[in-house]
């Protein structure tokens, strides 16, 4: 790797960022330049690897204006051997501070994929040479218009009485089946989503609806039309088996409100709730792996 030259990139360079080409064109990502505008990412935040004047890897990390926590890397791409991008990485984690997260992004199903696999694995290989440990994966599901299950008429459904009844209600959930954006809401507001939704989403609980059995509230959920797009930012059950009615119900808030698709992020291991999101109607558009520093909390 003598001939390898690795760094940063400065003012003016944003296009060589862009000069090698997107592996994985099918995912939806910010285009670079756009990120650049925004202020999210940033050229002294950007390291790229050259060889030969060509760029074979690329790392971005993402920090939006005004966010209080670290910058997470966000883009990294590799077009030679793990060891190659463990070095990028190696170098940009000296300059900036120390290694953070990763949100490795994927496209849905990329396990079955031979041909996205073939992409990914040196970014991976190399995350883990860095001293990167991956800590679970979280998968983006979306609604597009799908006709919506017959209620059963079983439950009733309400906008919570106050904010208080929304925290009370969060506070009973050990595990909220969907979290939409979780990753943003600590990096960038230093918010748990899990356990303080509100905090992230504000205390308008319009948009909110609390699942009733028997005049008991038996689960919540917090819909957000007016985000970047419309999504199930919470769901959270006391019983799981109201998780069909308030998936659907949820889902029908944002249609009512004029969605036409809506996005929904679920731990890869809660078969259970990807089956329910399934049958509602959603289908995967990405997955999300997330590497994290040995000793971090992630």
Same mark, same amino acid.
């Given at each position: ?12 360079? %944003?296009?060589?960022? $862009? ?11 910010? &285009?670079?330049? $756009?990120?650049? #505008?925004? +202020?999210? !990412?940033?050229? %002294? ?21 005004? &966010? ?16 190659? +991008?463990? %070095? *990028? ?12 997260? !990763? ?23 190399? @995350? ?35 904010? #208080? ?5 969060? @506070?009973?959930?050990?595990?909220? $089946? ?8 600590? &990096? ?24 009733? $059995?028997? +005049? ?7 819909? @957000? ?8 930012? !919470?769901?959270?059950? *006391? ?10 119900? &949820? ?12 996005? #929904? ?12 999101? %399934?049958?509602? +109607?959603?289908?995967? *558009? ?13």
């Amino acid at each position: 790797m003598t001939d390898l030259v690795i760094r940063p990139l400065v003012a003016g360079e %944003e296009n060589l960022f $862009d000069s090698m080409p997107d592996p994985l064109p099918q995912l939806r990502q910010v &285009a670079y330049a $756009d990120g650049i #505008a925004g +202020g999210g !990412y940033r050229p %002294e935040n950007t390291w790229v690897a050259l060889r030969a004047g060509r760029v074979v890897g690329r790392a971005a990390w993402l920090l939006p204006p005004g &966010a209080v926590g670290a910058p997470w890397l966000d883009r990294f791409d590799l077009d030679a051997e793990p060891e190659v +991008g463990a %070095e *990028l990485l190696r170098a940009a984690h000296e300059a900036l501070g120390g290694p953070g997260l !990763y949100y490795a992004a994927l496209p849905a199903h990329w396990r079955r994929r031979p041909e996205v696999l073939a992409v990914v694995r040196a970014p991976m290989d190399a @995350a883990r040479l860095a001293g990167l440990v991956e800590r679970g994966e979280r998968l983006r599901c979306s609604w597009t218009g799908t006709p919506l299950p017959a209620s059963s008429g079983r439950y009733d459904f309400r906008a919570p009485v106050d904010v #208080a009844e929304v925290k009370a209600l969060v @506070a009973r959930v050990a595990e909220p $089946d969907v979290l939409t954006g979780v990753e943003n809401a600590r &990096a960038v507001g230093g918010v748990d989503l899990a356990t303080d939704p509100l905090a992230w989403l504000g205390e308008n609980t319009e948009e909110w609806r609390v699942v009733v $059995d028997a +005049g008991k509230p038996v689960g919540l959920a917090g819909t @957000a039309g007016d985000a970047c797009f419309p999504l199930i930012a !919470y769901l959270g059950l *006391l019983d799981e088996a109201a998780r069909p009615e308030l998936l659907d119900e &949820a889902v029908r808030v944002l249609s009512a409100g004029g969605a036409r698709e809506v996005i #929904a992020d679920v731990d890869a291991h809660r078969v259970a709730v990807l089956a329910e999101l %399934e049958r509602t +109607g959603f289908r995967q *558009l990405r997955s999300r792996i997330v590497f994290a520093p040995p000793n971090s909390q992630e």
